[in-house]
């Protein structure tokens, strides 16, 4: 069952990473909102209410939860680069996942947000000198993180949940 959850496996950081691997996570950041449609392309509204795995979001909560996501952590990141180690905010993922716009609003409305939010952020990220990387928040869930170990978690958070979308896809024939 943990392979349906973690696909491409659990997040793990790379130490003082070199400028290319940098550079190839904020490519793949700038990516994803493409990535993202092509997976998606062609999926009926009986496959988009789907979960991915049992027991799990369907892809539409997915999606819903990939634009949700993609708003804190560009504001972490904001904070992060305009106070002195701010405490990040959290949210409850799960419940936000049960709430009517999950359910109501089309995901056609996420991927815009997400496209949105994405070319905001990744021009952002290419601003940033290095020392801009090593700026920090507190998470109250993962504790102290710098904007690069975050930037690493961001990209693998949106190959992520990709990973199980293209999953289920494999797995149903779709």
Do not use: C
């Not at 359910?103 to 601003?127: C, G, K, N, Q």
């Not at 978690?153 to 949106?158: L, N």
Request: aromatic share 10%; proline share 5%; no cysteine.
């Amino acid at each position: 069952m943990d392979s349906f959850r973690y696909p491409i496996g659990q997040f793990i950081a790379v130490e003082a990473p070199t400028l290319e691997q940098r550079s190839a996570w904020i490519e793949e950041i700038a990516e994803l909102p493409k990535v993202l449609r092509e997976t998606l392309q062609g999926l009926s509204a009986e496959q988009l209410s789907t979960p991915y795995r049992p027991g799990g979001w369907t892809v539409q909560q997915v999606v819903h939860h990939l634009a949700d996501n993609d708003m804190n952590a560009y504001l972490r990141f904001k904070k992060a680069l305009t106070e002195e180690n701010p405490t990040a905010g959290s949210y409850r993922e799960d419940l936000w996942a049960e709430l009517s716009d999950y359910r109501e609003v089309p995901i056609e409305t996420s991927l815009v947000l997400i496209e949105a939010l994405r070319d905001r952020f990744v021009a952002l990220l290419r601003s940033l000198p290095l020392s801009g990387f090593q700026r920090t928040f507190t998470s109250p869930t993962r504790g102290a993180m710098s904007l690069d170990v975050a930037t690493q978690r961001f990209a693998w958070h949106g190959r992520h949940h990709t990973a199980q979308i293209a999953a289920l896809k494999e797995r149903m024939g779709w």
